[in-house]
């Protein structure tokens, strides 16, 4: 018998920014030096790539996961929609999520004379704007929670969760949206068909020190609700919110698996779109494609080296203002009207790390540097690093001149890892912070680009 296949394209967090609202200026510039996305460029990234989803022969549906206009702009979501028509007049179907950045009110353009304040998108709306795209076409609808299931082929639902939690529990799902999955899932169960989930929030950590990081860059109650999905027959879920390429996986108590596809933003580093294969409703093929080629001045650049240099520019300037503006460093992080003592700290910290070489931190604290990687700045390495851990697949595995260098300066901190690791409760497993971090320097298993599972 031939196998029954199922394909579809998956794009997450365009951010359409429509373009006559302003991108330009000074106050502009300000706010891209600290930014990891394009944002004047978005535009002509979308239109660039709904052209080749309109043509492209692989698949007839298309899945989109969340943050569809930059910040929740009215004009961008009217113009983004635009889009959403076209691919439809092509004789696609679409589903799309939305997710908290389609929901600003106070949504931000930029011209020569500063910041500006364009019309924004109260919640309330975005069930009608975005109906013609999951809603209409969905076998039952949570309007309350913006989450429906759709009929994709036959023998396939997709579950398509919203997770703004209404701002009230945002990167989560109330109770009541809860209660509402169980009824879908249990109905699906009855029914013989397979369902898979689209969600935001990212549900299992894409880099292993994601674990370490509070906020957004996993769902709050992320291990109770994978478990729930799991164990009641959703196996892969596709999500997107950080902007980094992972496919993680996790197998519950019972013994059910759950694969989290988490997928590039269409508009930053590591730009990327996927193609995903669902045969005999059994395995599960994914694909990496890049984003198309966009009609932009690129300054010479590839697309992937402007994508790059966007990314590397926000975590130089991040770099550059520990030593230089140390109160706007603290500020970004969160910790506004920092002490003087502490700016100090910092600015000190920041001078040494902006001029020192890998093999002079490595003799700091008293590690054989590799030669090959003995004058490399520093500062190039931790960019690097930063930028591996949303690209995937982070090269410095065992073995390289990068792994000896880094592992031995973090060996030097064992003492303190082991009083973070009793008060985690993660001494002796794969998750102290030892060989967390060797795993998110390197990378071992599932590739974060290509993969094939078994769905359950
Ligand atoms: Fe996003
Ligand atoms: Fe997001």
Request: aromatic share 10%; with cysteine.
């Amino acid at each position: 018998m031939d196998p029954q296949t199922f394909r579809f394209l998956l794009i997450t967090d365009t951010h359409y920014f429509a373009e006559k609202l302003g991108c330009r200026g000074e106050a502009y510039d300000e706010f891209m030096a600290y930014e990891q996305k394009c944002f004047a460029e978005t535009q002509a990234i979308n239109e660039a790539a709904f052209r080749w989803l309109n043509g492209t022969d692989l698949a007839d549906t298309v899945l989109i996961a969340g943050d569809l206009s930059f910040n929740g702009e009215a004009e961008s979501h009217r113009e983004f929609i635009e889009l959403l028509r076209s691919l439809k007049a092509a004789g696609k179907r679409v589903f799309v999520i939305t997710a908290g950045h389609d929901c600003n009110e106070h949504p931000f353009a930029y011209d020569e004379t500063g910041r500006l304040a364009p019309e924004g998108t109260p919640r309330d709306t975005l069930f009608d704007l975005y109906y013609d795209f999951g809603f209409s076409d969905a076998i039952a609808v949570d309007r309350e929670h913006l989450s429906y299931v759709a009929q994709l082929a036959p023998g396939i639902r997709l579950l398509a969760l919203n997770n703004d939690g209404n701002f009230a529990s945002r990167h989560t799902y109330p109770a009541r949206q809860i209660e509402w999955i169980l009824r879908q899932t249990a109905k699906a169960r009855e029914e013989g068909e397979t369902m898979i989930a689209m969600t935001h929030y990212p549900m299992l950590p894409g880099s292993p020190v994601f674990s370490l990081l509070g906020g957004e860059v996993v769902m709050k109650n992320a291990d109770y609700l994978t478990t729930l999905l799991a164990d009641e027959g959703v196996h892969l879920c596709l999500t997107g919110h950080m902007h980094n390429q992972s496919i993680k996986v996790k197998t519950t108590e019972k013994g059910n698996r759950f694969i989290d596809v988490c997928t590039g933003s269409l508009i930053g580093w590591p730009a990327s779109m996927r193609l995903i294969t669902l045969t005999d409703r059994e395995w599960v093929d994914v694909e990496t494609l890049p984003v198309p080629d966009f009609a932009w001045d690129l300054g010479g650049l590839t697309k992937d080296e402007y994508f790059a240099r966007q990314f590397d520019r926000m975590l130089n300037t991040y770099m550059t203002a520990m030593r230089d503006d140390p109160a706007r460093f603290l500020g970004k992080l969160g910790l506004k009207n920092a002490p003087d003592a502490l700016q100090k700290t910092v600015a000190k910290v920041g001078s040494y790390l902006n001029s020192a070489s890998v093999g002079k931190v490595c003799r700091l604290f008293a590690v054989k540097c590799p030669a090959s990687v003995k004058d490399k700045p520093f500062r190039q390495l931790a960019v690097e690093l930063v930028r591996n851990i949303f690209t995937g697949d982070s090269p410095y595995n065992y073995g390289t001149p990068e792994y000896e260098a880094i592992m031995g300066v973090l060996r030097r901190f064992s003492p303190l890892f082991s009083v973070l690791d009793r008060k985690n409760g993660t001494a002796g497993t794969e998750n102290a912070m030892l060989p967390m971090l060797e795993r998110t320097i390197g990378h071992y298993g599932v590739s974060d680009y290509n993969a094939r599972f078994r769905l359950h």
